[in-house]
């Protein structure tokens, strides 16, 4: 298991931002690929970034494509997102995930550990 802990979800105004933050104990966090997952209500989990072990590579969803920046800090077993331009549809419980591999995928099956979830809400 990989404990992961998400925070800094809150409530916004659209066009604001927002930093996610996702905490591991895991001393191998810095061989693990991290991704943020989102799931609004009455729908599925979506892919919304990845980003490989040691921060070279970073993959996004076009719908954030531009306004959100996955970063990881393997020193604080850290992995964020900076979401900027926040949009009422970005509303959603924003999940961390990580995945054994060094480099992992967009679906949700990619990845082997998970957060609890924290609560982002744009308001218009």
């Known amino acids: 298991q990989v404990p992961l802990i998400e925070s800094g979800g809150g409530l916004v105004q659209a066009g604001g931002s927002l930093r996610l933050s996702c905490a591991a104990s895991?001393?191998?966090?810095?061989?693990?690929?991290m991704a943020w997952f989102r799931q609004a209500p009455g729908k599925e989990r979506e892919f919304v970034a990845t980003i490989n072990w040691n921060g070279a590579m970073t993959y996004y969803a076009d719908s954030v494509k531009g306004r959100f920046t996955i970063s990881r800090d393997n020193g604080r077993k850290t992995v964020y997102l900076q979401m900027n331009s926040l949009k009422p549809e970005d509303t959603a419980v924003y999940y961390c995930?990580?995945?054994?591999?060094?480099?992992?995928?967009?679906?949700?099956?990619?990845?082997?550990?998970w957060g609890q979830g924290t609560q982002v809400t744009v308001s218009s």
């Open positions: 895991e001393r191998t966090f810095s061989t693990y690929a």
């Open positions: 995930a990580a995945d054994s591999h060094g480099w992992s995928g967009t679906s949700h099956r990619d990845y082997e550990y």
